[in-house]
Every structure is written in structure tokens, then in C-alpha cells.
């Protein structure tokens, strides 16, 4: 009896892709439904569109935002999910900026209709993980802040203080602000 060899490599070629194959469509499925678990419960039908994404717009600001993560919903409405790693479960509103200004640059660049609302999701050190829904700020709001802020690099108008101590204290022009003394 003659075995032939090459048809026998061929067959065990052929089997071992097909089990790393079956091995990889068994992993993405086990974390999309993982990801899924980790959704808010609004967002559990929705379909992930953008993961870690750049979006850009010139008009009305120039302005550059990276997503987190984006959800269609069923009715076609874009919901932002921002993650925080953090020791304190709160949301800050540098979160509601940062969500706001991904909201303008998104709906700028692409043109689909994004929630007044989005989520963060923060992740305490010992893994769990609490979602926020929060309202978010207008597109002028943000437009403002960005002018604002181009404003106080041009040197046209003096920042003001911080409202908290310890934003204050981390600040990296705290050296020659004129208000530290007062902190």
C-alpha cells in the first residue's frame, strides 16, 4: 500500500487552518459579547460603528477629536461612549467638553446626527466599571471654548482661575500665574 504524501500534508494543511480559523471567529464573538455585556443598558442593541477613531473639521473651528467609541442605535442616532480610568467614580466636566467637542467634529466631518447625550464610563482600580449618562454642551458652546482658548494663547484676554485647588495645583503654568498666591 503507497501512501500519498503531499494529498495527507494537503488534508492536515487544510484542517489546521480551518481550526485556527474556528479559533479566531470563537474569540471575536466571545469579545463582542463581552463588549457588549460592558455596554450601558441603552446601548445593548446598538451596533459599534467607531472604535478609537479620528475625526477633524475647519468649520466653524478647527478642531481635532478622537472617539472612544460610537453606537448606532436602532433609529439611526449616534451615541458617544468615552472610558476613564480613574480612582474616583464621577464624571468631570472636562469629560462633557471632551464628549461634546467629538460630538461636533463627528457630525461636522460625516454628517450623521449625534445624541445630545453620551456616556462615560469610568473604571475604578479594582476593575469596576460605572457608566454616566451626561448631557453634553452645544456646538457653540464649544465653539466658544475654542475661541476662547485661542484668545488666551494669543494673549488677547487673561485666563481666569481655576474654580478648583487642585486643578489649580496641577497646572503646568501655575509659575507665573498671577493668582497662585491666592491658592
Known amino acids: 500500500m503507497t501512501t500519498n504524501w503531499p494529498a495527507w500534508a494537503l488534508l492536515m494543511l487544510a484542517l489546521g487552518l480551518g481550526m485556527v480559523v474556528a479559533l479566531r471567529r470563537r474569540r471575536a464573538a466571545l469579545a463582542d459579547r463581552m463588549e457588549r455585556a460592558s455596554r450601558p443598558s441603552d446601548l445593548r442593541d446598538a451596533e459599534l460603528i467607531y472604535l478609537e477613531k ?9 478642531l481635532s477629536a478622537r472617539l472612544d467609541r460610537a453606537y448606532r442605535m436602532p433609529s439611526g442616532l449616534v451615541v458617544l461612549l468615552e472610558l476613564k480610568t480613574r480612582s474616583v467614580n464621577r464624571v468631570f466636566p472636562s469629560d462633557v467638553i471632551q464628549l461634546s467637542a467629538q460630538k461636533l467634529a463627528l457630525e461636522r466631518q460625516t454628517g450623521q446626527l449625534v445624541a445630545h447625550h453620551g456616556y462615560v464610563v469610568a473604571q475604578m482600580p479594582d476593575g469596576a466599571r460605572e457608566a454616566h449618562r451626561v448631557q453634553l454642551v452645544s456646538g457653540e458652546a464649544v465653539v466658544a471654548l475654542v475661541r476662547r482658548r485661542e484668545a488666551i494663547l494669543a494673549g488677547r484676554i487673561n485666563p481666569r482661575p481655576a474654580a478648583s485647588v487642585g486643578v489649580c495645583s496641577a497646572c503646568a503654568y501655575r509659575s507665573i500665574c498671577p493668582d497662585r498666591l491666592g491658592r
Not at 54 to 62: K, L
Open 54 to 62: 479620528r475625526f477633524n473639521t475647519s468649520d466653524p473651528v478647527r
